[in-house]
């Protein structure tokens, strides 16, 4: 865990200890909050001049302390948006992001720690962000991909692009793989917040596995337990996982500037929405998913599918009988 109190005031950095050790937060988590919250208390610095600093970047976070922070009402909240959105420019998306740090910060405050009389965070809104739709593999690349991987390490290279395409898998969870993590046909991997999930695997997963297994060599000292292994015999790495993805893809003779190993998690989640008429809370529990709203990007990416449904009610093709011609 990154040590915190050595750049980052109290209450502030007891607050990512607790999102950490308490809330089971990722390390990675932890600190896009961190980011989030050290640029609204750089803002606080400017609004109560406690600053002489012209470069933001290096406003000293520590000049604010927890009777400043009993000062902020909502419309102080607002400013620190309208201040990202005017002078940061940040994106809507990310405008959203920092109102959730917000929120989870003074709820810390105000419910858990209880330092805050009131909190101001509590009616702060959400800033409107635009549903991008997810960008992924049709069925026939998806089988062009596979139809094209050769060459040296293709067993294991198979093997990772298979379970990129039919479990839908992160990254992270991937190269976190163990041996011992395989058991018949299932697959345990370590998601978001280290949250300990099942994937269960199809034929095509397991066959896979099997024969990169068969010609799996033998790991570095320290390296025994991890399934896939770079050609240094160390885990796999996930830049070296990304690289794999992107020479694969060109080398099917796709556009690899578009595709990356989070789109192939896309595609999985895809196909299985789009050909396997797969339920959405299902799906949301197949991609570790924690809300269904981020698993609802995908009914959102077949409006063909859309169509026939409403063609197929009963009704579709009711007609009113002519009344007036039967009397």
Do not use: W
């Not at 969870?173 to 345990?188: A, H, Q, S, V, Y």
């Not at 796999?236 to 192939?264: C, E, M």
């Amino acid at each position: 865990m990154m040590n915190y109190y050595n750049i980052c005031p109290s209450p502030l950095c007891d607050f990512l200890e607790y999102l950490e050790t308490i809330k089971g937060k990722s390390t990675k988590t932890v600190s896009e909050y961190f980011l989030d919250l050290r640029t609204f208390y750089r803002y606080l610095a400017l609004k109560y001049n406690l600053t002489n600093e012209k470069d933001f970047s290096n406003i000293d976070i520590n000049l604010i302390d927890i009777e400043i922070l009993k000062k902020l009402r909502l419309n102080d909240l607002h400013s620190f948006i309208s201040f990202i959105d005017k002078v940061r420019n940040n994106s809507n998306r990310t405008k959203a992001r920092k109102v959730a740090s917000l929120r989870s910060y003074f709820k810390y405050l105000n419910g858990i720690i209880n330092v805050l009389d009131e909190n101001p965070a509590l009616n702060l809104e959400t800033p409107k962000t635009n549903i991008r739709h997810p960008i992924y593999l049709t069925l026939d690349e998806s089988k062009q991909l596979l139809e094209s991987i050769d060459g040296q390490s293709k067993e294991r290279n198979f093997a990772i692009i298979i379970l990129f395409l039919n479990c839908g898998m992160r990254l992270s969870e991937l190269i976190g793989i163990n041996i011992d993590d395989f058991k018949e046909d299932t697959l345990t991997v370590i998601g978001k917040g280290n949250k300990e999930r099942t994937i269960y695997l199809n034929k095509s997963c397991i066959d896979a596995i099997n024969s990169y297994l068969k010609v799996r060599p033998d790991a570095k000292l320290g390296h025994e337990k991890a399934l896939f292994l770079s050609n240094r015999k160390t885990r796999i790495s996930q830049k070296a996982v990304q690289h794999v993805v992107k020479k694969l893809i060109n080398n099917a003779g796709l556009d690899n500037s578009k595709y990356s190993p989070h789109k192939l998690r896309h595609t999985a989640a895809t196909l299985m929405y789009k050909h396997g008429n797969v339920d959405i809370r299902a799906l949301q529990e197949i991609l570790g998913h924690e809300s269904v709203s981020t698993t609802q990007i995908y009914t959102h990416i077949d409006d063909e599918r859309l169509r026939k449904a409403v063609e197929s009610n009963p009704l579709g093709n009711y007609k009113q009988s002519n009344k007036s011609e039967e009397s």
